[in-house]
């Protein structure tokens, strides 16, 4: 049971990429060995764009596309990891830390494994987890749809953010 001095609040984010053959795959600020990588007006880091959202929608500011519009030029290319901190600076304007981070990756290919502990130690830095506080998983789509294709890439969050209250 939650302390009653304790306001919690749980995020849920969701963000999705076209994938490009020849583009680079940067997945939790790592990039990828893959012939095909996610493309989008940033880094187009699809991991990160999910916590972002998720911590986002935890403390009720809107999405990342609100904060970081991809008509905005200054966001052009820019790494994810870097609107992963302002998403933490934003939430702590309103008096929240944030808790843990859970995230889901869905591709076929690469396998991700060997790229799990930089992503966390990644996605750590930036939101100042320690890397126990943050889990990365994955799995395909049974080679059905645009995931199976390997035309798209899927990645969901969800996170805890607290405040005394």
């Not at 600020?29 to 007006?41: P, R």
């Not at 049974?142 to 805890?160: D, K, N, S």
Request: glycine share 10%; net charge negative.
């Amino acid at each position: 049971m939650f302390s009653p001095m304790i306001k919690t609040k749980v995020g849920f984010g969701f963000d999705v990429h076209q994938m490009k053959e020849g583009h680079p795959f940067i997945v939790g600020g790592v990039q990828l060995e893959h012939h095909a990588g996610a493309f989008g007006h940033s880094d187009a880091d699809v991991l990160v764009h999910a916590i972002c959202d998720a911590i986002l929608g935890a403390a009720n500011l809107e999405d990342i596309g609100h904060h970081f519009p991809n008509t905005d030029e200054k966001w052009k290319g820019v790494n994810s990891l870097i609107l992963l901190e302002e998403c933490v600076r934003l939430i702590a304007a309103k008096g929240y830390t944030l808790g843990n981070i859970d995230s889901m990756l869905c591709l076929e290919a690469p396998k991700i494994k060997p790229y799990i502990a930089a992503m966390k130690e990644n996605i750590a830095r930036a939101t100042g987890l320690d890397t126990d506080d943050v889990s990365i998983k994955a799995t395909t789509n049974e080679t059905m749809g645009f995931i199976g294709r390997q035309e798209g890439v899927v990645a969901y969050a969800v996170c805890l953010i607290a405040k005394e209250g």
